[in-house]
């Protein structure tokens, strides 16, 4: 099945929910790591590691906001209060903001530090502001900021998903599962 049904997310919406589920746990511990790691080679490969995945992650979001805007979103299930639909479509939003804004503020930080790189080693990323180390400092503020955020945002989603399964046993987590062979 590849399109959406009003019961379930087609299989393109659901490769692109897990890869990107993927690839933003593997970013977090990129981060993480590449900040808290000492000044050395390896330190810059995990940034250039960091920097590459972040693009491809904003790449990515781009083609899955197209996908889910000519697709019809499942409904949710009859028995959700007005608070839980209400949370679900807010925690939905922040989470595309922030893999957009994480990204580009990535992006700012590396064109304002005035950093050339390439993404993968293969395509150059331009820079989108000028050179000018406070706007750096700052933005990577917000940037680690954001992150923070993504992580908290993330748990209540895994949450909520693990909570709709277990508690509520309603098909919320299982339609996002891929389908299991007869």
Same mark, same amino acid.
């Given at each position: 099945?590849?399109?959406?049904?009003?019961?379930?997310?087609?299989?393109?919406?659901?490769?692109?929910?897990?890869?990107?589920?993927?690839?933003?746990?593997?970013?977090?511990?990129?981060?993480?790591?590449?900040?808290?790691?000492?000044?050395?080679?390896?330190?810059?490969?995990?940034?250039?590691?960091?920097? *590459?995945?972040?693009?491809? #992650?904003? =790449?990515?979001?781009?083609?899955?906001? =197209?996908? @889910?805007?000519?697709?019809?979103?499942?409904?949710?299930? *009859?028995?959700?209060?007005?608070?839980? @639909?209400?949370?679900? @479509?807010?925690?939905?939003?922040?989470?595309?903001?922030?893999? #957009? =804004?994480?990204?580009?503020?990535?992006?700012?930080?590396? *064109?304002?530090?005035?950093? /050339?790189?390439?993404?993968?080693?293969?395509?150059?990323?331009?820079?989108?502001?000028?050179?000018?180390?406070?706007?750096?400092?700052?933005?990577?503020?917000?940037?680690?900021?954001? =992150? $923070?955020?993504?992580?908290?945002?993330?748990? $209540?989603? #895994?949450?909520?998903?693990?909570?709709?399964?277990?508690?509520?046993?309603?098909?919320?987590?299982?339609?996002?599962?891929?389908? @299991?062979? /007869?």
């Amino acid at each position: 099945m590849l399109r959406n049904t009003p019961d379930s997310w087609g299989a393109p919406a659901k490769l692109f929910h897990w890869v990107m589920a993927a690839l933003i746990l593997a970013q977090i511990a990129l981060g993480v790591m590449a900040a808290n790691w000492r000044v050395s080679p390896t330190k810059l490969e995990l940034f250039f590691w960091h920097k *590459s995945t972040g693009i491809l #992650i904003l =790449a990515l979001v781009a083609l899955r906001l =197209a996908w @889910r805007l000519a697709n019809p979103v499942p409904l949710l299930p *009859s028995g959700m209060a007005a608070w839980e @639909r209400a949370a679900a @479509r807010l925690g939905h939003l922040f989470l595309y903001a922030l893999m #957009i =804004a994480l990204p580009v503020t990535g992006w700012i930080v590396n *064109s304002a530090s005035n950093v /050339p790189f390439r993404i993968f080693w293969l395509v150059p990323l331009p820079a989108i502001v000028a050179p000018d180390e406070p706007t750096a400092d700052f933005v990577a503020e917000v940037h680690g900021g954001l =992150a $923070a955020l993504l992580a908290l945002v993330l748990a $209540a989603h #895994i949450g909520a998903a693990l909570w709709h399964h277990f508690v509520k046993r309603d098909t919320v987590l299982e339609r996002m599962l891929p389908r @299991r062979a /007869p």
